[in-house]
């Protein structure tokens, strides 16, 4: 289905509207973060959740959900001030191949995010380009791994600058930075600013944007990623990820 270009944007828009409101969350792992006020706990259980953003939405949501439950649902808490001790019961975790390993990593590697480098949203506004997070999202991989750790858990976070379309991650930030009226995506994170997001690209949306005529490459990777972030940028320069919501309730609710 190709539109014209003058018929794209006010049929994206439509869908925007459609998709971009509190229902979206009830089916979405967004709504584990949701369960949450604190900012730094729902920037810790948005990170956890999205980075085992992958195969059936409902076994995401369930063991997202366990994770909370692993972590006492004081996510912030348990991060700053866990003992090895407590670490034991993290081991029995599994989600697809992020395991009981992983999820200990990761929450030693939030830890030091935390007492070093003050918090998530200061690693990633460090690093931040006018219209592109994807160096701060190479130079955070850097930092989340600078201490000892498994060579196994760096598979779980994506790196741009090796060409991946770092899909979990591109979601994780329009949660914590686009500012949504709608109520689904938090906003939290004042020092960045929704023109700098990239679409979390994934198989629903890289085909629905092809259909579109928004994106030519067939793999879904960073080159990719460039390509389909220019032409939402020529939709909405301002807050150009907002079109995610209508390339995934295109894919996924429409089956277009």
């Known amino acids: 289905m190709k539109l014209k270009r003058t018929e794209l944007k006010p049929f994206l828009d439509e869908k925007v509207h459609l998709y971009n409101n509190p229902k979206f969350i009830e089916s979405d792992p967004i709504q584990v973060p949701h369960q949450f006020s604190k900012k730094e706990d729902i920037e810790i259980a948005g990170f956890l959740t999205s980075t085992i ?49 992983d999820f200990i990593q990761f929450i030693k590697s939030l830890q030091h995010i935390y007492k070093v480098h003050h918090d998530l949203e200061a690693v990633f506004a460090k690093h931040a380009k006018s219209n592109s997070l994807q160096q701060s999202i190479h130079q955070f ?56 997001l990239s679409c979390p690209l994934d198989v629903h949306s890289g085909n629905v944007a092809r259909q579109l005529g928004l994106l030519k490459r067939k793999q879904n990777d960073a080159k990719a990623l460039a390509e389909l972030d220019k032409n939402l940028r020529k939709l909405d320069p301002d807050d150009p990820v907002k079109y995610d919501f209508a390339l995934f309730g295109l894919g996924v609710f429409e089956g277009f």
């Open 141 to 196: 991989k850097k930092l989340f791994f600078e201490i000892p750790h498994l060579e196994r858990t760096k598979k779980h976070v994506s790196d741009p600058l090796k060409n991946s379309a770092a899909k979990r991650i591109n979601m994780y930030l329009r949660w914590m930075v686009r500012k949504d009226n709608a109520g689904v995506d938090f906003g939290i994170w004042d020092s960045l600013s929704p023109a700098q």
């Open 53 to 101: 953003a992958w195969g059936n939405r409902k076994s995401i949501i369930n063991n997202a959900n366990k994770m909370m439950e692993l972590l006492d649902h004081a996510p912030y808490e348990f991060v700053t001030q866990h003992q090895d001790a407590d670490l034991k019961a993290l081991q029995s975790f599994v989600h697809r191949t992020f395991n009981g390993d």
